[in-house]
């Protein structure tokens, strides 16, 4: 299975961007599919999640701004962010596993397919 992120860019505070994981190989139907980033000097941390029934989860920094949704006809996972800050800055990074159970959702080791990453850069 292969991801492959795009979309980043560069963008000024509060403005919009919307990210695509193509899949290859599957569809988003089982398991789980997530974003996480990781921003300069840091460690990568959890961003979203769906799982196979369509439930969403958000890390608190992101939540009420960005929407992850997932159209299975175009095996494609995506991120809307709206209204971002500097510190959105960071590459982001799609994953999937079919495997994934609810405690896990916000673990990186829960996911075995990971896409190559897409940087955002939000100035100020």
């Known amino acids: 299975v292969q991801l492959q992120a795009s979309g980043g860019g560069s963008v000024q505070a509060g403005g919009s961007l919307k990210l695509s994981c193509a899949a290859s190989?599957?569809?988003?139907?089982?398991?789980?599919a997530a974003w996480f980033r990781q921003a300069p000097g840091k460690e990568r941390e959890f961003v979203a999640a769906i799982k196979w029934s369509g439930h969403t989860y958000y890390a608190d920094s992101v939540k009420g701004r960005f929407t992850i949704s997932r159209d299975n006809a175009k095996k494609t996972l995506y991120l809307q962010m709206n209204s971002l800050k500097p510190e959105d800055t960071a590459v982001y990074y799609c994953?999937?596993?079919?495997?994934?159970?609810?405690?896990?959702?916000?673990?990186?080791?829960?996911?075995?397919?990971w896409g190559q990453g897409t940087l955002v850069t939000v100035s100020s």
């Open positions: 994953a999937a596993d079919e495997g994934v159970i609810q405690s896990g959702l916000r673990l990186m080791r829960s996911y075995d397919d």
């Open positions: 190989g599957r569809t988003f139907t089982r398991g789980a």
